[in-house]
């Protein structure tokens, strides 16, 4: 189980490095702005915001899938 919250963290700290402007905030918590750097940062030390920011990934992209809103990459929802 290791190795898949391992690659997990990777592939998520991987796609929030792309791009610019990695200090701008991006997504707030509250009132508390966290930019990319911010969130990688947490990802990168497992604290509880870090923790909290990948499981919340994974709900959300299970909704979206369930509303079909969203296709996984390789994966296709059997019930249309």
Do not use: C, H, W
Not at 17 to 41: A, E, M, V
Not at 46 to 52: A, S, W
Not at 57 to 72: A, C, E, P, Q
């Amino acid at each position: 189980m290791e190795k898949y919250i391992e690659r997990l963290k990777e592939k998520t700290i991987d796609f929030l490095q792309k791009g610019t402007d990695l200090d701008r905030p991006y997504i707030f918590k509250g009132r508390k702005p966290f930019s990319k750097n911010d969130i990688i940062n947490e990802i990168q030390n497992d604290t509880e915001d870090g923790i909290e920011f990948v499981l919340d990934l994974v709900i959300l992209s299970l909704d979206l899938m369930d509303r079909n809103k969203k296709n996984l990459t390789k994966f296709k929802r059997a019930i249309e």
